[in-house]
């Protein structure tokens, strides 16, 4: 098939395009080494470059990449944007396209499909019903709407495909998760890492990464290190991510703060902690999230302790010691004491992004050809 993808440029605090990240870079490529012809158009909301470029992939089929800037106030460029990707379009001539990335890519998508005339699958990495923008008056009833006009919905998890089912009940739903590159993430020796980051090559060490944020559940973690660490002098808090300005972490001499890391040294933060904490909250973003940081944590051999909440309750629910109930300060302490006295890691089948581009694949033709 010839593929048109439509995404936002930047995602998970990364650009999709220079930093060829996750979700967003890997089911393209997936999907041009599957021997499809992929045209990757990506918007960026702040100023980046119009930046295009070919990579090269394994087999017959090819990937294009092509970056706009939305320019000054993040409205000055759409005009050109909007002539441009339409030109790009009908010059590639796309089978169908593949949108998503957030609600406003999503209803991009059904109105350049409707103007070519050719069908349109969604990914949703997320619940963007969640995401600040549908906040923007009428966007939520134009996502919707394309949510109920596509061929077929890949969702990040099983309650968000359940949840999406709702919303479009005559769309075929296939869930995917977000997941990792297998030569990336491994178990490295821990002192080796510890020594790598600058952490203390003894104690044990809690940590936590990505957003570090209330809207997260980070401010309950701050809460159950201190009272932990008040009486085990050998615990640790790593931190490696964004801070919420309005939930700082507290002032602590074994608490310590790397910033945001390298999504290609991710594993060797893992592999230096003893426990990795996975703090969530029960909220329209929480319930229908399944973080990749999980699969990455796993792939480690890290121990993990999480919210007993949405995708990951199910993929864990054979790991009770694993889980805590969002909110409760006391499960969660009880679960720290618990994995790092009696660690147990998880086994799971965790998929590489190339599985994930051929379901996909598979997915968009049997939803184009049964239309």
Known sequence: MRIGVLWKRRYMGHDVIADRYARLYELPRGLAESGHSVLGLCLGYKRSSWQRREDAVSGSGSLT?????????AIAGLPAYWRSVRDELRAFVPDLLLGGSDAIHAVLTQELARQLKIPYVLDLYDNFESFGLTRIPGLLPLYRRALRGARGIAAVSEPLAEYVQTVAPDVAVTTLESTID??????????TARLQLGLPEHGRL?????????NRGIDLVYRAFLQLAA????????????IDRHAPPPSHPRLHFLGRIRHADMPVFFSAIDLAVVPMIDTPFGRYAFPQKAYEIIACGTPIVTARLGALAQTLSAYPECLYEAGSLSELEQGIRQQLTHPRTVTVDIPSWRDQADKLGAFMADVCAHS
């Open 206 to 214: 809690l940590g936590v990464s990505g957003s570090l944020s209330r």
């Open 65 to 73: 990449w092509q970056g706009y800037d939305s320019g000054a106030l």
């Open 182 to 191: 297998p030569d990336v993430f491994f178990p490295r020796e821990r002192q």
């Open 231 to 242: 009486t085990d002098d050998s615990l640790h808090l790593a931190l490696a991510g964004d």
